[in-house]
């Protein structure tokens, strides 16, 4: 990592197995930057072919423990398939939504062969 303020950090990646409840592993990438952009948190998803970000809710009074989080999706590349409340529509490249508190959503990857690479913004606004 650079000294200064770009930090330089390519090997920052969690693998989820089945997150959210969706079917096969999503790599996820952090950007923390020392928690200076809280109460935002800023991830890239990798979701391979059969994988997903399983549908969820973020409540505002965090009843099941989640935290509540409103998300901000922007697709960076491939093509998916994301639910909002009782919404269902494909996405690619260029496609962003907001995901509320108290909807539920979800992310799957609609390709038999690209991954499906999407940048979150999650912010937080209640309790963690």
């Not at 009843?63 to 009782?86: H, K, P, Q």
């Not at 260029?94 to 909807?103: E, I, K, R, S, V």
């Not at 990857?109 to 606004?125: G, I, W």
Request: charged share 25%.
């Amino acid at each position: 990592m650079p000294a200064g303020p770009i930090e330089n950090d390519r090997e920052g990646r969690d693998v989820l197995e089945n997150m959210r409840g969706g079917p096969g592993s999503v790599s996820v990438r952090h950007f923390r930057f020392d928690g200076k952009g809280a109460p935002a948190r800023f991830l890239i998803l990798e979701i391979p072919p059969g994988a997903a970000e399983g549908s969820h809710v973020h409540y505002a009074d965090d009843r099941n423990g989640t935290g509540a989080y409103e998300e901000f999706y922007y697709v960076i590349s491939g093509r998916g398939i994301a639910t909002l409340g009782d919404e269902t529509c494909a996405v690619g490249a260029g496609d962003y939504w907001h995901a509320p508190l108290d909807m539920a959503r979800g992310l799957a990857n609609a390709d038999p062969v690209q991954p499906l690479k999407v940048h979150l913004t999650v912010v937080l606004r209640g309790p963690a």
